[in-house]
Structures are given as structure tokens and as C-alpha cells.
């Protein structure tokens, strides 16, 4: 296993444990988590004859890049973060793939990013990342997608889309919450109690570490509406850009490169 990660837990640190509420928290705020993911293993396996390279962008603890290397299992994939105190748990969480798992600290906002990829990608795919990133900052990284993926590779992101009526967002956020009820999901822990538990197990010095590395981030956390992103697709050579999913404000989109 390959990793560029910049950080090391403390000695017996049960990573294990902290992959358990990782998890556990996103689905508080992410009704039908496994059913996304999924769907996204689906859609590159109805569409892709062979994958071997595959990046995940903005791999967090690496939930979705070890549930692709578990069904690929010729696959390569390169996750891509720059969160200094999650890639560590990513390590830790593929490290039973050997050397078809690779780690790299890179900032998406950041043309840099590709840096050390094996180019062309067979397929790009992130989950409820890339909200973080400002329009701007989204346009350059479609921009980038239409280089480094290959003539047919395939495209997709599962994150939160905004809808453009005030009203259909409210309804969307509405039956998001009866949602989480029905799946038992509401009362898991929070992303503020995370990372307040996370940081302070990991060490004193971990939220300053954090914060420095990360800085600013000017995305939101409602997304952009679904329209602006398949436009953007269009626009740097993707076609068939489609939802493939959707859940109220949560989308599977993408498209094939052309």
C-alpha cells in the first residue's frame, strides 16, 4: 500500500472503533448511505469493460474506496485528500489491500492534485465531498475531469444538490429528517461530537494540525443546484450526464467522457 499521509495516530490507537462511528455519524445525516454507494459500484460496472485505475475524490476514512477494491478486485484506486487526521484511518481501513490501495494528501481546490496519478483514469468517483468546494473551484475540477479521465471512463458523484425553489429545498430537508427517523439513524452521533471525541483522542495538537491544513473551505453545505453541475459536465466533454439517483437533496450524477 502506497500512502502520502503526513500523520501517524498514537500508538494503540483503536482505529477500528473510530471507522465504526465514522460511519455510523454519515448515515445520521445521510439516509440510504449504503444504497448510494452501491449504486455507484453498479453504475461502473454496467458501464466500464475493465477498470484498473480509479480515483476517489476526497476518500475520507476510505468507505467507498475499500467497498470498490472489494468488488474490483483487479482494481487500483487512488484516494485523494487533504484532511491530515482522516487519511490515517483510511490507511489503516485499506491496509488488507495491499499495493492496489494508494493514499495521496492532495488539495482538490488545487490544479496540483493529479500530481502522481497514473493517467488516464478508468473512472473518478467521490462521496459528499466536493460540496466543500466553491463554484469556481468546482468548474476547475470538472475542467480537470475531462483530461485525466479516459475517452469512455465514467464520472460520478453522491453528494447533496441544492434545488433552485426556496420552498422544494424546505420539503427536500423535510422528508430527509422522516427519513433518518424511520431508519433509527436520527439519534447517532453528530458531526460535532465526532470530531470533538476524534480530535481530542487523536491529541492536543490535532485540531490545530487540522485547521492549518485544511483552511477556508467556500463550498456549501446544501450543494449546488443539480443543472449547474450536468451543465458543467457538458461543457468539459462528458456525455450521457445524467442523475442516476436521488434521494431529496442527495444525487448520484455524472456522465461518460466523450
Excluded at 92 to 105: D, Q, Y
Excluded at 116 to 123: E, I, K, N, Y
Aim: with cysteine.
Amino acid at each position: 500500500m502506497s500512502t502520502d499521509t503526513h500523520f501517524e495516530l498514537p500508538p494503540k490507537f483503536d482505529w477500528r472503533s473510530w471507522v465504526v462511528r465514522w460511519d455510523s455519524m454519515q448515515q445520521r445525516y445521510l439516509p440510504r448511505r449504503d444504497e448510494r454507494l452501491e449504486r455507484v459500484i453498479q453504475l461502473i460496472r454496467s458501464t466500464q469493460n475493465a477498470v484498473t485505475r480509479v480515483a476517489d475524490l476526497g476518500c475520507g476514512t476510505g468507505s467507498l474506496t475499500a467497498l470498490i477494491l472489494e468488488r474490483f478486485p483487479d482494481v487500483h484506486v487512488y484516494g485523494v485528500d487533504f484532511d491530515p487526521t482522516m487519511l490515517p484511518l483510511a490507511r489503516e481501513r485499506l491496509s488488507g489491500f495491499g499495493n492496489r490501495a494508494h493514499l495521496l494528501r492532495r488539495d482538490l481546490r488545487n490544479e496540483s492534485w493529479v500530481k502522481d496519478l497514473p493517467l488516464p483514469l478508468d473512472a473518478a468517483v467521490s462521496a459528499t465531498a466536493l460540496h466543500w468546494l466553491s463554484p469556481s473551484q468546482m468548474e476547475r475540477l470538472y475542467c480537470q475531469l475531462g483530461h485525466v479521465i479516459r475517452q469512455d471512463g465514467i464520472f460520478l458523484n453522491a453528494d447533496h444538490v441544492s434545488s433552485e425553489s426556496a420552498v422544494i429545498q424546505k420539503a427536500w430537508e423535510s422528508e430527509c429528517a422522516e427519513m433518518r427517523a424511520q431508519e433509527g439513524s436520527s439519534d447517532n452521533e453528530s458531526w460535532e461530537e465526532f470530531w470533538s471525541s476524534y480530535l481530542e483522542a487523536l491529541g492536543v495538537d490535532a485540531c490545530r494540525i487540522r485547521k492549518e491544513a485544511l483552511g477556508e473551505w467556500e463550498g456549501s453545505e446544501s450543494g449546488l443546484p443539480l443543472s449547474w453541475h450536468l451543465d458543467w459536465l457538458r461543457a468539459n466533454g462528458f456525455i450521457a450526464v445524467d442523475c442516476f439517483w436521488r434521494c431529496g437533496f442527495d444525487a448520484i450524477y455524472g456522465g461518460i467522457r466523450a
